[in-house]
Nanobody
Framework: QVQLVQAGEGSVQTGGSLDLSCTTS????????VGWFRQAPGKEHEFVAA????????YCGDSVKGRCTISRDNTKDAVYLQVTSLQPEDSAVYFC????????????????????WGQGTQVTVSP
């Protein structure tokens, strides 16, 4: 079973950057795709970014497009998310997730395609 552990600073000022990491364990070959989603109070999960297992495909959601960078280092089993020019509306709990069939099904944008989730990181963007 794959486990995901998130790390990164949760308090950011407006205009600052968000840098999160997601480290996977329990899988020794054929890395899975990893996605990032966020959930603000009273709202559903929103797609933020995703990267294929090999790292050759990356996607950013509409709300962060132009501000988003996702990358991975498979030698460290780690995926990194950076979002710049943060605004208060970027405040949410951010989750990383992975799944065995995300690459095969190309279900990068839908939370239902992912099987395992990180613990979540509360990100608060202060004015």
């Amino acid at each position: 079973q794959v486990q995901l552990v998130q790390a990164g600073e949760g308090s950011v000022q407006t205009g600052g950057s968000l840098d999160l990491s997601c480290t996977t364990s329990g899988r020794t070959h054929n890395p899975y795709a990893v996605g990032w989603f966020r959930q603000a109070p009273g709202k559903e999960h929103e797609f933020v970014a995703a990267i294929s297992g090999s790292g050759d495909k990356t996607y950013c959601g509409d709300s962060v497009k132009g501000r988003c960078t996702i990358s991975r280092d498979n030698t460290k089993d780690a995926v990194y998310l950076q979002v710049t020019s943060l605004q208060p509306e970027d405040s949410a709990v951010y989750f990383c997730a992975t799944g065995a069939y995300v690459d095969t099904m190309r279900s990068y944008f839908h939370e239902g395609g992912y099987d395992e989730w990180g613990q979540g990181t509360q990100v608060t963007v202060s004015p």
